[in-house]
């Protein structure tokens, strides 16, 4: 069965620092892997989608992704971090076109 | 306009009483869900449709039902609403081709 485990459930950081939030998987197939944010007070928009092809997936904002398939990751990151990133941001995994299995998520907190 | 949007944004009620919760989308899809989001949980499917006919449990479906009565819409009932079901609650659609899925705003529920 699928899991997903991010490590952090909060990640406080500095404006303009950088940041990564981690994401493993496991599966015993191929996956599909996302990334989502929600604001405050609001539903969840896609921040960036691993589906096939280069490993480095570059999403909305700034952010950006990696797929390591040795180490079944997909750790998000961005160089320079601003206030308006604070959000609860989730990892999900999907076996193809189907339903989405999502980690618990992670409250990214920038302090000025 | 929102391309899937849920009825009522935000409900109280009390132990016992059933209730509806309804979810439209204007995206031709033919794949919706619902989900809650407790804190600390992450997202947690409840039902899935993927076309009219079509009706799954998802990993949490005690206590709740589902009806899909159009392509565009899809309900979710509580027949005899408890405090756990406290949750905010979130409708999603895909289409068969990609695996994204969107998200509506959400249904704040507070049983009491």
């Known amino acids: 069965a699928q899991s997903v485990t991010q490590l952090d459930s909060q990640v406080p950081v500095f404006e303009e620092a950088p940041v990564e939030l981690r994401c493993n998987y496991s599966?015993?197939?191929?996956?599909?892997l996302f990334w989502y944010v929600q604001y405050p007070n609001q539903g969840l928009q896609l921040l960036l989608k691993?589906?096939?092809?280069?490993?480095l997936v570059k999403g909305i904002n700034g952010f950006e992704a990696e797929f390591n398939k040795s180490q079944t990751s997909f750790h998000l990151r961005k160089p320079s971090v601003h206030i308006s990133d604070t959000a609860e941001y989730f990892c999900?995994?999907?076996?193809?076109?189907?339903?989405?299995?999502f980690g618990t998520g992670t409250r990214l907190q920038v302090f000025p | 306009d929102a391309d899937v949007t849920q009825t009522p944004r935000n409900r109280i009620t009390k132990t016992g009483k059933r209730i509806m919760l309804e979810c439209s989308q204007t995206?031709?899809?033919?794949?919706m869900y619902w989900y809650r989001q407790d804190p600390g949980l992450g997202l947690r499917l409840i039902y899935y449709?993927?076309?009219?006919?079509?009706?799954n449990k998802g990993e949490i479906s005690d206590g709740y039902s589902v009806s899909r009565q159009a392509q565009a819409k899809f309900s979710l009932s509580l027949e005899s609403a408890i405090p756990n079901q406290t949750a905010l609650y979130f409708c999603?659609?895909?289409?068969?081709?990609?695996?994204?899925?969107?998200f509506g705003p959400g249904t704040r529920l507070t049983v009491l």
């Open positions: 999603a659609t895909s289409d068969s081709v990609r695996a994204q899925q969107f």
């Open positions: 449709s993927f076309d009219v006919k079509d009706i």
């Open positions: 691993y589906l096939s092809g280069s490993t």
């Open positions: 995206k031709g899809h033919d794949r």
């Open positions: 599966s015993s197939v191929s996956v599909y």
């Open positions: 999900a995994v999907s076996e193809g076109t189907d339903k989405l299995i």
